[in-house]
């Protein structure tokens, strides 16, 4: 309210029930910023905030209480329980919304909405504002100006309250039990999808039923595969199993990565990458602090990663040279991590005036070097071919530091193999 300014209104509108198949729909996830807003959990919503409106600045649009759906489907809030529970001043049905929302538009300066995000809200508002505009001889004034709401939210919510960082810290503890459960349960002749499954079994009954996004369950050569998601091979002996997975906690997400031998052994070969990419991910995490450029953990991992390279022989000569012409990328080809929250890949800017910020206190990322050496790759000797490793962890940035959130799952060579011999 206090960024949006007097005079002015701002807009958004609640995610959309999805059509999975005939009549069968996706399970429903509220929309990020609707959810940060107004912690509403329902379709078929919209959110008015208007700065110092005597009749109440918070409005919400919603469905009307329908005994027969809450039969069907279960309960809703409806008018009642927008105000009362959810604390808007004011509710309205949503199927009211263009009768009355074009009043509410009438003589402000500027509408604050999500451009081009919600093609129906698009639509309706310069439909809305046109009608306005009409009325110009009754006195009436429309807003000159429409503005990205999300410039304002999205700064908001990259700085995490303790509240949110609370349930940040349950989605970390429960993702990295079901880490620990699948590392327990691989065996070769498994199929992926049945690693999976011990993951999703773990959040369940830990009381998570969302993962933050698909799973990625990758052995042997398919680890190389940076977003893979089929997750239908079987498990070799010898090879090395990447887990990308995460739960996520009343809309927050964790995101984990860990990479293990399937047979409970690291190879020679196997054992020297991995230990490049740990040390890599701990220099990275040194990084963290207050005050420190965000991209300064990137540069710290691609110089041990470079430099690591050229030692074992992957990679020929010199390291500032080599960097700086960015052949690591043919091995370690994504950035370091990325910001987390309510998305897995969460908002907000990474560059302020066309430089890397600085990070602040309550920044939550993830750091996650890698390194991926595909089956097909000529240039280096076979014993590293098809071997794929990421080692990725959820870092708080505190007062005078950082916090790794998801410190519960090994990641030690000494720790995987010993937890991997307690079978």
């Not at 059509?19 to 912690?39: A, C, E, I, K, W």
């Not at 991926?372 to 014993?383: A, E, M, R, S, W």
């Amino acid at each position: 309210m206090a960024q949006i300014g007097k005079k002015n209104i701002a807009i958004i509108s609640s995610a959309s029930v999805r059509p999975r198949n005939r009549d069968v729909d996706y399970p429903f996830r509220q929309d990020s910023d609707f959810y940060y807003l107004t912690g509403f959990n329902e379709p078929d919503a919209l959110a008015v905030f208007i700065p110092e409106r005597k009749e109440g600045e918070y409005i919400l649009f919603c469905r009307e209480f329908d005994k027969k759906k809450a039969l069907w489907e279960g309960a809703h809030a409806g008018l009642e329980g927008a105000t009362l529970v959810y604390e808007a001043d004011d509710s309205f049905p949503i199927t009211d919304v263009a009768d009355i929302l074009p009043g509410l538009l009438e003589n402000k300066g500027k509408v604050f909405y999500p451009m081009g995000r919600d093609s129906e809200l698009d639509h309706n508002l310069l439909e809305w504002l046109t009608h306005i505009r009409s009325q110009s001889r009754t006195g009436v004034t429309a807003p000159g100006e429409l503005v990205s709401l999300e410039h304002i939210l999205h700064e908001m919510r990259l700085f995490k309250s303790a509240a949110e960082i609370q349930l940040m810290k349950r989605a970390a503890e429960v993702s990295a039990k079901g880490h620990v459960s699948a590392m327990l349960k691989c065996q070769p002749g498994m199929f992926e999808y049945q690693v999976e499954s011990e993951l999703i079994y773990s959040f369940m009954q830990l009381g998570l039923r969302a993962v933050a996004y698909p799973s990625i369950v990758a052995g042997g050569k398919n680890a190389c595969i940076l977003h893979y998601t089929e997750n239908d091979a079987k498990l070799k002996r010898g090879d090395l199993l990447l887990i990308d997975a995460g739960a996520e906690c009343d809309h927050y997400a964790a995101d984990i990565t860990r990479t293990f031998p399937v047979s409970g052994r690291f190879s020679p070969a196997q054992k020297q990458l991995y230990q490049l990419v740990l040390d890599a991910q701990l220099a990275a995490i040194e990084q963290i602090k207050p005050g420190l450029p965000w991209n300064l953990a990137h540069e710290t991992a691609v110089e041990v990663i470079t430099s690591g390279l050229v030692k074992l022989g992957l990679l020929k000569g010199r390291v500032p040279k080599l960097i700086k012409d960015e052949k690591y990328k043919q091995f370690f080809m994504h950035r370091i991590g990325h910001w987390l929250g309510m998305d897995v890949h969460d908002v907000g800017d990474y560059k302020v005036d066309g430089e890397w910020r600085t990070l602040e206190p309550g920044m939550v990322l993830t750091i996650e070097p890698g390194l991926y050496i595909p089956l097909d790759c000529k240039t280096v000797d076979k014993k590293w071919q098809g071997i794929g490793i990421r080692i990725e962890d959820d870092v708080l940035v505190t007062k005078n530091g950082y916090e790794v959130l998801t410190n519960g799952v090994p990641k030690t060579i000494d720790e995987i193999e010993s937890i991997m011999q307690e079978v």
